[in-house]
């Protein structure tokens, strides 16, 4: 099932934060933000730490794509 972070990345701009101050803000790793980039599953607690720092919920953050599933009569 894939993943979308893309609602997190629009997030930092809004709150005008890349992602160097998101790390050290959250306190999460490089390699948790590398995985995101490539919509990477990551630890709950590492998106509990990013949610924490911006002050949101799971859904502002992040989606699931549900590619290939067709519809069946």
């Not at 609602?7 to 995985?35: C, E, H, P």
């Not at 599953?41 to 590619?67: A, N, P, Q, R, Y």
């Amino acid at each position: 099932m894939p993943i979308s972070y893309d609602k997190l990345w629009k997030q930092l701009i809004d709150k005008k934060m890349n992602r160097t101050k998101l790390k050290y803000a959250a306190g999460i790793s490089f390699n948790v933000l590398a995985k995101m980039g490539r919509n990477e599953f990551v630890s709950m607690e590492s998106l509990h730490k990013i949610f924490l720092t911006l002050k949101c919920d799971v859904g502002e953050i992040m989606e699931f794509i549900d590619e290939g599933v067709t519809e069946q009569s």
